[in-house]
């Protein structure tokens, strides 16, 4: 499933669900820049850095191929930035980056392993990604260079968190519920769901 070439409908969903995404980072975006940061800090952003994960998880817990979770963080960076994003062409280093590195996690497991733990992990291994060009680039948090320890180490924790959470299990959470309410038939999600059921229904007999 995971090595099969693109169809078109692969194409239209990774291009719907990065869409949606995209749209969802930009609302986000002003969210963190606007008010949470201004009132919670560094480390209040960190708490709901997570999300902007979620580009790359979606798309390839829905379709399970190669490449999906670089792709769709990706376009959904393109996306943001056309939203008019305050984080603008930095979103050209963000995507790409994050994106592999979710798409690493995926990798990890063959793209056979969709469980829980690659997820929560796919939605942890961007921050290695992210926290570095934040404090090192990014205009956004000029004083990230001179934090105490504790303070790099409690943001870090933070963005970990929140991506295992929101890009990870709660993506995970959303999409399965959609499967058992019917509304994913035809995806490879659903499709492994079935393959799953009818192997338990044998096991029983």
């Known amino acids: 499933m995971a090595d099969g070439r693109f169809t078109t ?6 291009a719907s669900f990065s869409a949606l995404a995209g749209v969802v980072f930009a609302a986000w975006s002003q969210l ?3 008010i949470v940061y201004p009132l919670l800090g ?6 709901i850095y997570g999300l902007w994960f979620m580009g790359g998880t979606l798309p390839a817990y829905v379709i399970r191929k190669r490449w999906v979770a670089f792709a769709g963080e990706t376009v959904a960076s393109v996306v943001e930035l056309l939203l008019v994003s305050p984080y603008s062409v930095l979103l050209y280093y963000y995507g790409p980056a994050q994106g592999i590195m979710s798409e690493l996690a995926f990798a990890l497991g063959r793209y056979k392993r969709w469980g829980w733990g690659t997820m929560a992990l796919a939605g942890a291994l961007p921050v290695i990604a992210a926290y570095p060009f934040d404090c090192l680039v990014s205009p956004f948090y000029p004083a990230c260079r001179t934090y105490p320890l504790w303070l790099h180490l409690s943001i ?8 295992v959470l929101l ?5 995970k959470s959303v999409v399965d519920r959609l499967v058992e309410a019917g509304s994913m038939r035809g995806w490879a999600v659903a499709e492994a ?5 009818e192997a338990g229904r044998r096991g029983r007999a």
């Open 9 to 14: 409908r692969d194409v239209v969903g990774l």
């Open 32 to 34: 963190a820049v606007l």
């Open 42 to 47: 560094h480390l209040g952003t960190a708490s």
């Open 156 to 163: 870090v924790s933070a963005m970990i968190i929140s991506g």
């Open 167 to 171: 890009s990870g299990l709660l993506v």
């Open 193 to 197: 769901r079935a393959v799953q059921a």
